[in-house]
């Protein structure tokens, strides 16, 4: 990303983060959001916070809902890493059997290289799993698009 690691973390630590990078077709609502301490709309997602929202891809079929909650957040604290940063969300109730998704962040001078990996499983048991390698292909599309939605958000600044 063509930004300090600070500046990219930061971006990354709100819900608007989400909302600027989720891509206007998936229909995102955000229902809620709570922090560890019960606290309405904080400001920064620390461990403990928790997501509620729901999609609705292409406007079509019902709204998926979607509870994510922040499971890892480090370094510790609210500010700024000076070298390397990570969070972890993981998804409390959903469409998937299991979804965690780690957002690493490494400082490189000026710029910050950015790796999401998401463990994941499918809906559906056995059937799901076969469908898993062709859900990659879409995930991969889906995460491509927020990172040149990260890279054009920090090269207008």
Known sequence: MPAPIEDVWEFHSTVDGLRELTPDWMRLRIGGVEGPDGESDPEVLVAGSTIEMSIRPLGVGPRQRWTSRITERGPEGTTAPERSARFVD??????????????????????????????????????????????????????????RRTVERFSEN
């Open 90 to 147: 993981e998804m409390e109730g959903g469409p998937f059997r299991r979804w965690e998704h780690t957002h690493a962040f490494y400082a490189d001078g000026d710029e910050t290289l950015l790796v999401d990996t998401v463990a994941y499983r499918l809906p559906l048991g056995p059937l799901g799993d076969v469908a898993g390698p062709p859900a990659k292909i879409g995930f991969e599309g889906m995460f491509r698009d927020r990172h």
